[in-house]
């Protein structure tokens, strides 16, 4: 598996695109830091970027990448291995490349310049989300018929889960705004990745607004080992589900 | 050697294998002949795995092909149009090649390599090669790990005549060595010194299949086309296209 | 008049014939009682190392009682220990521990009643009802005590130093913890409460009412459950303050009601679930504070007027102003705050452009709370940003016209 990511790894390389979105991220980040008078809006900042930008890239890099490697794909198929191995390997290439792209792009200046629980938080989200968002990428390209349709269906994927889910949540807790919602909110939540690192990050950020919500719920919840588990749980469930399911119809696939 | 038991595919409107049946055997060098769309291309990928049957069953060495994709270690293949990564060198895509087969040196087959003077484009990229110069690279890489199955998809489309004889030369040199061989091709004239066995498909579905003795005993035609006419045209509707391979034939003759 | 007798009072009985009584387990006076009973106006009695279960011991006379470093009154959670009515009273030094609860009296550690000019100086009070219990008094200085208590529920345990119907109190170097409200004054005046820590208390820090001219400053109030309230009270000045960590869905660094006349200032208001809560208060100045980390920085009610913020900086809150209604009788001026987006063209340190302080998400939050899981969400800064440009839910007066580019110096 690892001789094989090798070399989609190293195609991963020869394009620049990644060196490219890793200079950009270490770039914005280092003059956030630089600019902004204090590192907690530099933070605020990186927060959008981790939430946004990196779902967004890793969504198209990842499905521009499947497109371009069908000839890989196709030569690696008439050789002796199994569809479930072709795949994983170049799910561990894009994804490697994309988080080594965002650990040294976001990781450095945070350590450098923010080395705390929130900057840890930070990390941790935007890891995870990468390597949600290559799941996804992964699923969307596999199930596409063609490079249009897979970008279109990735692009539409994280405009759902980065704008269109929360603006659902408002809309569904103002219409039931005399209901007890808390619990509701909390399954709401696992339904969007960007969400639950979100909520995992604001727990280090604004722990103190978070408090004051009433019986402080979210806090005591996401707080607890429960919660950290049910994160981790949760996210780990993101990445792996709809890989798994990619790779099933990877797997029946005509090619 | 190879089984096919009952083998249908369908893609959306289009019947592309319509339960075939057959066997080859060691020592067979076989032509899959058809016009455009007969499905000799889903045959040739049924047989790799690329494509999934809709139902019935391949044996390779007696064993079924889903699941373990070992057997493919066997097959040697040769795309219609071989695509490769843009990125990769000529050398590395060899060396990548070894590197996954893990056969050894010694048992390579470095023939056609040499014969198409290939080490003289190691360097360059697959992308900046001629089409023809891609097919060059497709039969070395078939032949190159001495496969005991070769699997052919118009192998001489393409080539120069010279290559073409090359190549030729080559399958006639590993037919000898009691290796099964499956070529598709629409230009008769190519196959007629090599086959040994006739596959003939259309519109999904397998018209005959019979050793060149028996084919040439029935129709009392020497050459494989005329031979092949006769069959048609004392069955049922004939096929335009065997028209045309026959006047090419012709007017190849009178050349 | 009275403070000069008082004065005149106790220099003449110190400088008169003082004894020194010393007291305690194998000495010739065995107990604390006795010792009590034998001093006279002036005398000190030493009450060496031991622990002494006696439990009430009333002192009315003008005496000093000193302990040494393991002297102990254990009250054996049935008694009050010392009661204290007279004048010119000090106990120091002495290690109180399990003082009873009663559900009809205040037991207290040490209840001072009606006295006057009474010092209670580096004293250890442990696991007790009330711990200092002071009512009508004058010219009480509470100093250096440790006092820990050990919270169960608001019900079964009194406040750390009680205050009720004093005036002239000072309050100095406390630590406090474990209580119901850390320090408690009721009807008490002209009295100073400083440099205090007063910690993890189940409801405030510090609990204020009917208090006026009153003067607080350099205490740290941490992790209380509810913060401090300052209540129903005029000219009190709270300077150089810290409050931190007071979380919870009602705790609020200060929570202000009905305060008139007061200032406060150079205060660091650090991570707490609401800064300053202000209802029905006027004519505050707030001026100076450091506002860092605070889930909401200020929570303006409609009912305050005519309250002036000036100079303060506003750091990583969440939100920075929210309020409830539209009318806006406050100013803002010359704050710095990090969420401001605005430029300085003339470059005189003043941006151009006023800062709103409300953002439609925070009236958004105050409507439906359930609303603060989508906080930083895209969606809810795209709505903010929406509101920037087209005001609309947002009471468009509350706003700070002169915000500073760089953060005041406190």
Known sequence: MLKLSRYVLYDILRSRVIITYTLFLFIVSMSLFQLEENDSKAILSLLNIVLIVVPLIGMIFTTIHYYNSYEFIELMLSQPLSRTRILMSEYGGVALSLLSAFFIGVGVPVLLFAFDETGLALLFTGGALTLVFTSIAFLASVKARDKARGIGAALLLWFYFALIFDGLVLLILFAFSDYPMEKFTLVLSALNPIDLGRIFIMLKMDISALMGYTGALYKDFFGSNTGILFTGGIMLLWIVLPLWWALKVFRRKDL | MIRIENLSKRFKKLQALDDINAFFSTGQVVSLIGPNGSGKTTLIKSILGMVKADSGIIYVDGKKINGDPSYRGRIGYMPQIGRYPDNMRVGQLFRMLKNIRKVPDAALDTDLLVKFNLASIFDKPMRTLSGGTRQKVSAALAFYFNPEILILDEPTAGLDPLSSEILKEKIMQEKRKNKLILITSHILSDLDELTTHVMYLQEGKMIFLKDIETLRKETGQEKLGKAIAHVMKGGKKEALWIDEVLALKETDKND | ?410
């Open chain 3, 1 to 410: 008049m009275r403070v000069y007798l008082g004065i005149v009072f106790l220099l003449f009985m110190t400088t008169g014939h003082s004894r020194t009584i010393i007291a305690g387990q194998g000495q010739a006076i065995a107990s604390l009682k006795k010792a009590v009973g034998l001093a006279k106006d002036g005398d000190t009695i030493l009450l060496k190392n031991g622990t002494y279960r006696e439990g009430n011991v009333l002192i009315t006379r003008s005496i000093t009682l000193i302990g040494e470093a393991n002297t102990i009154l254990d009250g054996e959670n049935k008694h009050e220990l010392l009661t204290i009515s007279g004048r010119n009273i000090t106990i120091k030094k002495i290690q109180l521990q399990n003082a009873g609860y009663s559900a009809l009296n205040d037991f207290a550690a040490i209840k001072i009643i009606d006295a006057f000019a009474i010092t209670l100086e580096s004293n250890t009070i442990l696991n007790s009802y009330f711990a200092i219990h002071v009512s009508n008094t004058t010219y009480c200085t509470i100093r250096n005590n440790t006092i820990s208590g050990n919270p169960s529920t608001e019900q079964l345990t009194g406040n750390g130093i009680h205050l009720w119907k004093s005036s002239h109190a000072l309050i100095e170097n406390n630590h406090i913890q474990g209580h119901r409200d850390g320090i408690y004054f009721e009807f008490v005046t002209e009295s100073v409460i400083q440099k205090n820590l007063s910690e993890k208390n189940i409801r405030y820090g510090l609990h204020f009412m009917f208090s006026h001219n009153d003067h607080y400053l350099g205490n740290t109030f941490k992790n209380n459950g509810a913060g401090v309230a300052v209540m129903y009270s005029k000219n009190v000045r709270m300077e150089q303050n810290h409050f931190e960590e007071n979380w919870g869905p009602s705790a609020y660094g200060i929570l202000l009601k009905e305060i008139t006349d007061s200032h406060i200032s150079n205060n660091t208001f650090l991570k707490n679930t609401v800064g300053i809560y202000m209802e029905g208060s006027s004519r505050m100045e707030i001026q100076k504070n450091a506002f860092r980390n605070n889930g909401w920085a200020l929570k303006v009610q409609a009912s305050c007027d005519d309250n002036n913020f000036f100079n303060n900086n506003f750091h990583g809150n969440s939100f920075d102003v929210a309020t409830n209604g539209t009318m806006v009788l406050n100013k803002f001026y010359n704050n710095y705050w990090d969420k401001y987006e605005g430029y300085d063209i003339n470059k005189d340190g003043i941006g151009d452009i006023p800062y709103h302080p409300v953002s439609m998400y925070a009236m958004i939050v105050e409507q439906n709370p359930n609303t603060l899981i989508l906080m930083r969400s895209f969606m809810v800064s795209l709505l903010d940003k929406a509101e920037k440009a087209i005001p609309s839910l947002t009471p468009e007066n509350l706003l700070d016209d002169k915000p500073v580019m760089k953060p005041n110096k406190l």
